[in-house]
């Protein structure tokens, strides 16, 4: 029977489902594996289950080994090229006066080859700085532009939360975040308070959305006139987690009313004309 565990390649990374084989792992084993660009260090993030041969629908890629020391060591080769490959091919763009910023390198773990990571406002002609790279390093050389949230994604940094922004700690995927969701949640909508570190939306206004969405079921929309047991007005203001609504009334005044106190639209007595009944008897 066989067994599969997931492994990450990087702490923030997506977990891939590896076939374990006859390795007796547990979490947090680093091990090598066979990927699509040869052999890779990874972590295991679960501990091994049987494959549900069902849900796999592409060949199961296998744990060769576990980790040893040389293992280490060359990681610590390839960290060491990477800064080194990050240092030339920043000059190279200044030498060549590239509209191009570099932010991470990425070596295989086979150190056969380095990926480039920049960000442009538009196409970027790098065919010349290629042929440098590839003439100072000996190795396959790739280019990859990047969106400026997979920029942060890849850096990190702190949020103004005060803890590590959510795509480098947890986040497996962007979600669409629009500004429709900060002022359904009632938030300031200037763009530097409601902006994370890469200019975007904060993703975290995604998070409370689906609950601020269930809340207002059943709440008056701002403008609405209601009538509660402390009177009639307009609606100015509504506090959907305490439950709340702020009424101003005809007077001017506000005051702050729960939502159990507002009372039902009076209905109109039988026999009483409506204005479209007056209208029609009007016209005949």
Known sequence: MRKTVEIKFKPDGKAYVFDCGAFVLEVGDTVIVETEQGFGMGVVCSLPATANMERIKTPLKKVHRKAVEKDFAQLEENRSLEAKGFDFCQEQISALNLEMNLFSVECTFDSRKLTFFYTADGRVD???????????FRIKIEMRQVGIRNQAKITGGI?????????ASFLQKFDPISIRMAKNQGLSLNPTKISGLCGRLMCCLAYEEASYNKLKKGMPETGRRVNTTVGEGKVVEINPVGGRIVLQKNDGT???VALADILPPAEKPAGEPTKESNGQAAEE
């Not at 065919?127 to 440098?132: D, G, I, N, W």
């Not at 949020?159 to 795509?167: A, F, L, V």
């Open 126 to 136: 790098f065919r010349e700085l290629v042929k440098r790279l590839v003439k100072e």
């Open 159 to 167: 949020g103004r939360c005060g803890r590590e922004i959510c795509c």
């Open 254 to 256: 506000r005051v702050d």
